[in-house]
């Protein structure tokens, strides 16, 4: 079994910083990606970022600039670095895993977190 626990959200006001952590935990040989994403009020889930295994990163154009991934391997754990927040951050962020490898049940192409809230206000 795979969990991922995020951790590090909050209320925070525009221009304020926050970082967010996840862990991944259980029978896991490899990740390839980790990601977050995240889920306004009334919207769609959105990607934010997203790293590879090898440290290759993706970013939404609304954060580049703004936000930094990054991810420990050894520990199975993704972190997202936020400065220069704004109201349009507020959300539900979640953790995501791509392509698993576990020791148990094999591949498993992707796991969610439950989601850390971040709210952002003017």
């Known amino acids: ?7 590090g959200g909050g209320l925070v006001q525009a221009g304020g910083a926050l970082t967010l952590s996840c862990a991944a935990s ?5 990740i390839n990606a980790m990601g977050w ?14 790293i590879t295994s090898g440290g290759s990163t993706n970013y939404a154009a609304s954060v580049k600039g703004r936000f930094i991934i990054s991810r420990d391997n050894a520990k199975k754990a993704v972190f997202l670095q936020m400065s220069s ?8 962020y979640y953790c995501n895993a791509e ?24």
């Open 99 to 122: 392509a698993i490898i576990t020791t148990t049940r094999g591949f498993l192409p992707e796991d969610w977190g439950q989601g850390t809230l971040v709210t952002v206000s003017s």
């Open 37 to 50: 994403y995240r889920q306004a009020p009334g919207k769609q889930r959105e990607l934010v970022a997203s």
């Open 85 to 92: 927040l704004k109201p349009d951050d507020t959300g539900a």
């Open 26 to 30: 259980g029978s896991i040989f490899s």
């Open 1 to 7: 079994q795979v969990q991922l626990v995020e951790s």
